[in-house]
Nanobody, 123 residues
Framework: QVRLVESGGGLVQAGGSLRLSCAASERTFSTYNMGWFRQPPGKEREFVAAINWSAYRIDYADSVKGRFIISRDNAKNTVYLQMNSLKPEDTAVYYC????????????????WGQGTQVTVSS
């Protein structure tokens, strides 16, 4: 089973940018559909972005569309989330997730998760 490790979180001012990375542990990473989710303080986990195994399909939550970009490098077993024009409401723990068969926005359907990385956006 693939193991996932996120990095790149931190504290940034509103309007700034961060790039999150999620490194996978195995060579079969290229067969997994990947998603980014976040959990704001005191709220439920929510979908941010998804990319299928070939990068042919990409989807974003409406709240981040036009500001965030998901991408993947299968040669490096890594998926990225470039976050631009950050807002205080983007503050959350960000998780990457992997699924062999499922592609979509439902976090319950993803079988493998990283430990999360904190993103804090100050106003």
């Amino acid at each position: 089973q693939v193991r996932l490790v996120e990095s790149g979180g931190g504290l940034v001012q509103a309007g700034g940018s961060l790039r999150l990375s999620c490194a996978a542990s195995e060579r079969t990473f290229s067969t997994y559909n990947m998603g980014w989710f976040r959990q704001p303080p005191g709220k439920e986990r929510e979908f941010v972005a998804a990319i299928n195994w070939s990068a042919y399909r990409i989807d974003y939550a409406d709240s981040v569309k036009g500001r965030f970009i998901i991408s993947r490098d299968n040669a490096k077993n890594t998926v990225y989330l470039q976050m631009n024009s950050l807002k205080p409401e983007d503050t959350a723990v960000y998780y990457c997730a992997a699924s062999r068969g499922y592609y979509g926005t439902s976090w319950i359907e993803y079988s493998r998760w990283g430990q999360g990385t904190q993103v804090t956006v100050s106003s």
